[in-house]
């Protein structure tokens, strides 16, 4: 099977941002990927283990063939009871793409299949192979199932997505007249504003000697610390039969990124009887994390039980200098406060502790050892230092570099070469920020090196005749003006 161009969800958010409970997420090299299940009915012995695949485009490798560049991958899953094999389903996939100039970061697949699998705890493990460069990458987790057996009022998983449309055709993606394209990372934001959301009711009842009654669904949002965010007011249905399926839309682009619980309440309204589902989800809006956002201000209450990364035991060896390259590379994140404090440290244990205490405030998913955070903001400067090495300076030094780090890799980059009438310059947008912004830089003294002339950011520079710089008559001169 060919997958094309439009199932792939490019979301204006960083997947990588949040480990998911409940999600597992593969190791940063080869194909990156995460992966979710949900659980359904299927008969009074048997459930329906539906599991889903993110895979990063980014992350395979494409090659020439005929007139276009294939990824070609090859998915195997394995269902193990007490390490014995009970199932597996190996399947081969690939893209194609017209130039790989349309491959960027966020972009992802989506994959889905299913087994039909008993009551039990089962090991399930994953494996994505790149059919091109042979590397692969593996996750596991477990998976309680319990049929959905008896006669009292029941609800299955709630599956998450990024959109839910009708569709009469039968695909993998569909099902009871739904079409479905499953979000395994659970993360949502301004670029995926709304939330969508399926699941079944099992086992309402019926009295035939009343016309057919109701049932109600409730939806709720809480915060991780339990705290009610968003509520709806029930909504009353007709029952069309003993089971019923129920999908939503819900709007979450309002929420501050963090953790959160998607409860749905159903309620049987001739017996009486109620059930729960339970989800969780999470959202990361990058203005939250800037200068003047809402988290900024906020810090303190998403710190929590943080962890420094995985690879802070590297401190325990760094020197002071090491130590102080480390901490500048961080500056575009830093409060006024902490670099403060940070130089009126004089020991290298006390800058050791620092560090790690400065990630650990700033990890997303307390409880985890991965600080997702730290490690995204390491990818960018490993980017900003590949790409936008300057004349004088690292990459991550430029003006270009600091944007990367600061706001992330931009949803459209224009690129316009050095001609006979103008310098180099290039046009950065930035969709999800602030409502959307944009950065331009010029090659203003024609060494290469571009720096930022005019932006609609709050707090960089604004000058809206940027253009002059384009011309040898514009000069080299400072520009611009900062505004709030």
């Not at 597992?24 to 949900?38: C, E, I, L, R, V």
């Not at 609800?155 to 009708?166: G, H, K, M, P």
């Not at 003993?242 to 749905?264: F, P, Q």
């Not at 600091?402 to 949803?411: A, K, S």
Request: net charge negative; hydrophobic share 35%; no cysteine.
């Amino acid at each position: 099977m060919m997958w094309q161009v439009k199932r792939l969800a490019t979301i204006g958010v960083l997947l990588s941002i949040m480990l998911v409970l409940g999600t597992a997420f593969s190791q940063p090299t080869g194909p990156q990927f995460s992966a979710d299940y949900n659980r359904f009915s299927f008969s009074s012995d048997s459930t329906f283990f539906e599991f889903y695949v993110s895979l990063q485009r980014s992350s395979l490798t494409y090659l020439p063939v005929d007139s276009v560049f294939r990824a070609q991958f090859t998915v195997k899953a394995e269902i193990m009871a007490e390490d014995s094999l009970v199932d597996t389903k190996i399947w081969t996939s690939f893209n194609d793409v017209d130039k790989l100039e349309s491959i960027t970061v966020g972009q992802s697949m989506a994959l889905i299949n299913s087994f039909l699998l008993p009551d039990g705890i089962f090991k399930v493990r994953l494996t994505v192979i790149d059919d091109n460069s042979k590397q692969e990458n593996t996750i596991e987790f477990a998976a309680q199932l319990l049929a959905f057996d008896g006669d009292s009022l029941l609800v299955s998983d709630i599956e998450l997505a990024s959109n839910i449309t009708r569709d009469s055709l039968t695909t993998p993606y569909t099902k009871n007249g739904y079409s479905i394209l499953p979000h395994p990372t659970a993360l949502y934001g301004i670029g995926l504003p709304v939330l969508y959301a399926y699941s079944e009711i099992y086992h309402l009842k019926a009295d035939p000697s009343q016309s057919p009654s109701s049932y109600s669904v409730q939806y709720q949002i809480y915060d991780a610390d339990g705290k009610l965010q968003k509520e709806w007011a029930p909504r009353v249905r007709p029952k069309p039969g003993k089971s019923a399926v129920e999908v939503n839309a819900l709007n979450v682009v309002t929420l501050l990124s963090g953790a959160y619980s998607l409860v749905m309440n159903v309620e049987d309204q001739l017996s009486g009887e109620k059930a729960q589902s339970t989800r969780r989800f999470y959202v990361y809006r990058e203005e939250d994390y800037a200068e003047g956002g809402a988290r900024f201000e906020k810090k303190e209450e998403v710190s929590g039980a943080g962890s420094p990364g995985v690879d802070a035991g590297r401190y325990d060896t760094m020197s002071k200098d090491e130590l102080d390259t480390e901490f500048d590379f961080s500056r575009y994140i830093t409060s006024k406060e902490e670099r403060q404090t940070w130089k009126r440290i004089k020991n290298v244990e006390g800058k050791r502790e620092f560090l790690k205490k400065f990630w650990a405030d700033r990890d997303q998913t307390p409880g985890t050892p991965v600080n997702e955070y730290k490690i995204e903001y390491m990818r960018r400067l490993q980017t900003a230092n590949e790409e936008f090495k300057g004349t004088f300076k690292n990459g991550w030094q430029t003006d270009r570099g600091r944007v990367i780090m600061v706001y992330g890799f931009p949803d459209e980059r224009e690129r316009f070469p050095f001609s006979t009438d103008t310098r180099a310059y290039e046009v950065w947008h930035y969709y999800s920020v602030q409502g959307g912004v944009n950065f331009i830089f010029v090659d203003r003294r024609g060494m290469g090196d571009l720096e930022l002339v005019h932006s609609t950011a709050r707090g960089e520079i604004y000058d809206s005749e940027w253009s002059r710089f384009l011309t040898a008559s514009g000069g080299a001169s400072s520009v611009g003006t900062m505004y709030d």
